[in-house]
């Protein structure tokens, strides 16, 4: 776990800190849904065209790959990768990488602590919306954040077999979740809206929690469509059978949600169970299906 001490902020760091304290987080994230879901026509394919020559989308990937293959913002932002484009890791005791992105931070979780950048940390309670009995089944395993920068292909997949236990929504705030505030605002992706998701494995719980951001209209889970909005404050849970025919079985690299703009995946593991690929430090770039590290079990 990466123990650097803490840089203070320059003054110029400091001003844009303050300006995401004073943002109407919310207000600009549902101008963002709301124009993202319009069907302009050539103004809506006029931004997609901006947007992708902006952040230097590869068209290449895309199953659609023209800016007016796409009536909405949102389709082209969850667009579809060309079968193929992503192969899934195939060892028996590997798990997948669940998104495109960026490494946040990974390792242990020590002493209930996981590790937010340098200077600062977060509890499994405060992340889990206060479920001790969940957070329990973590304290002491593994986890690993992944960034999705606005570039990237925005659904999110299983890191390996799973049966859906439990959904838990949690309102919350709207701070970007980029790099450089990770390292500055404190419990970040504890304070932030979020999407928790438990799954049953063979080698026990398995957490993937979709985090929230500025601009990131809603997320949606392929069992529940979209989960936000509505934002009600609070808590939501919706537990789901784990036998029969109601039961929700997503196999290893299956879509299991996405974001309508921007964000951030967390994943869980139990203690003693997966030990993560050594070249998943911060920073590190990640492909969706990749391996994200091998069953110890």
Known sequence: MNLKPYSKPTCSE???????????????????????????GGATHFVIKQFAAAYKINWDEAKKSQPYDFETFNEFFTRELKEGMRPIC????????????????????????????????????????GDTELAAQFNNGTFLTTYLSPRDYHRVHMP???????????????????PFLAQHVPNLFARNE???CVFDTAFGAMVQVLVGATVTASMRTVWHGVVNP???KGVR????PTEGDGAIRLAKGAEMGAFLLGSTVINLFPA???ELDARLV???STKMGEVLGTLTT
Not at 94 to 111: C, F, I, Q, T
Not at 160 to 178: A, H, P, Q, T, W
């Open 230 to 232: 509505p934002r009600e």
């Open 14 to 40: 400091r001003a844009k800190i303050a300006f995401h304290y004073v943002l109407p987080q919310l207000a600009v994230t549902r101008l963002a849904g709301w124009f993202a879901e319009k069907k302009w």
């Open 194 to 196: 979020r999407v928790i």
């Open 90 to 129: 195939v060892g028996e005791n590997e798990l997948a990488l669940p998104a495109d992105g960026r490494v946040s931070e990974g390792g242990k979780v020590a002493s209930n602590l996981l590790l937010q950048a340098k200077g600062h940390f977060f509890t499994l309670e405060d992340l889990l919306a």
């Open 160 to 178: 390996c077999d799973g049966v859906l236990r439990k959904m838990i929504y949690v309102s919350g705030e709207l701070f970007s979740v980029n």
């Open 237 to 240: 849970v919706w537990d789901y």
């Open 282 to 284: 911060a920073g590190a």
């Open 272 to 274: 003693n169970t997966v």
